[in-house]
């Protein structure tokens, strides 16, 4: 009997994890109604551009979300179009994200497992308030909008290697 490898099945996506920083802070100093009001604005947010860009809202992560797109330009640009609004409303909080691209399995039809969807995951914990934080190898040339910084090599929590990495801008005509 041959045995089947449940890794055969893996296909590539880009995955971004964004958190509203200082979400806790934020709640203890204005209030549960305050934070909820937060958090539909910033929910509302995500699904307007996920819907428009095609991709796909994995989970809600309390006062953040995990994304998934078939194309790493696709998340790109919906990740850097929720910063650009966050940016210039008058949004009490500052958005953070982590976004990376690789193959991976899908589990029980809803959940992925895999390198990019940790290491995405990893990026959004390190990015600073209003950071957006990029494995350098997800950056293509069909990313012109989007400009970007190499910022070398990290370390992050779980993987045996650095891992290069870049800061995502918004463009200067933003």
Avoid: H
Avoid at 21 to 35: I, N, P, R, V
Avoid at 88 to 112: H, K, N, T
Avoid at 113 to 122: D, F, K, P, S, T
């Amino acid at each position: 009997m041959i045995e089947e490898n449940p890794y055969e099945d893996r296909f590539d996506r880009t995955f971004a994890f964004i958190d509203l920083s200082g979400f806790t802070s934020f709640t203890d100093l204005w209030g549960d109604k305050a934070a909820v009001e937060v958090l539909d604005d910033f929910r509302s947010l995500v699904r307007t551009v996920a819907s428009r860009k095609g991709i796909r809202i994995a989970k809600w992560l309390g006062d953040g979300a995990m994304l998934v797109a078939v194309e790493p330009e696709t998340a790109t640009e919906a990740i850097m179009e929720m910063q650009e609004s966050m940016v210039s409303s008058d949004a009490p909080l500052e958005l953070r994200a982590g976004l990376a691209s690789g193959p991976v399995l899908l589990v029980d039809g809803e959940d992925y497992l895999g390198r990019a969807v940790n290491m995405a995951a990893r990026l959004c914990d390190r990015a600073v308030p209003g950071e957006v934080l990029a494995t350098s190898s997800m950056i293509t040339s069909l990313m012109v909008n989007t400009p970007s910084t190499p910022i070398g090599k990290l370390d992050l929590k779980g993987f045996k290697e650095s891992v290069e990495i870049v800061r995502l801008t918004l463009s200067e005509k933003n």
